[in-house]
């Protein structure tokens, strides 16, 4: 890590979190979890569709070691692994409602918007 790097940690707290959130896929599985609760590793994979069980399983560690995941593992035949938000991962939930609420209103503007010129183009 340069030393640049390492006074901007210092300095700025937003850069740790935002680094952690700007990986792939981060922001999707907090809200998988938020939304669904505690999930095993399979059923969270098939809702992060597109993700790989090699991603999904560095993502997780991550968030795990930055305490937004909680890990279970209940050792059976065969071992489960349940994950669920740990206590900051609850903490990001006004932020990760406030980006649904954003995404939803921008896909309705660009649905009207589309639907706008198509009906331009239908009239010319």
């Given amino acids: 890590m340069s030393k640049a790097t390492q006074k901007a940690d210092v300095t700025c707290p937003m ?3 935002l680094r952690l959130l700007m990986g792939p896929w981060t922001p999707y599985i907090l809200w998988i979890l938020r939304n669904n609760g505690p999930m095993r590793f399979g059923a969270l994979k098939r809702q992060v569709v597109g ?3 090699k991603v999904l399983t560095e993502r997780l560690r991550l968030l795990e070691a930055h305490g937004l995941v909680n890990r279970e593992h209940t050792p059976s035949i065969p071992p ?5 938000l740990a206590a ?3 903490e990001m939930n006004p ?3 406030l980006l649904d609420s954003i ?3 921008w896909r309705a503007e660009d649905e009207a918007a589309a639907a706008s010129k198509s009906a331009d183009k239908q009239a010319a």
Avoid: D, K, N, W
């Fill in 80 to 84: 489960q692994v349940t994950y669920s």
């Fill in 103 to 105: 995404a939803r209103r």
């Fill in 95 to 97: 932020a990760l409602e």
């Fill in 51 to 53: 993700i790989s069980a």
């Fill in 15 to 17: 850069e740790s979190l």
């Fill in 88 to 90: 900051r991962g609850v």
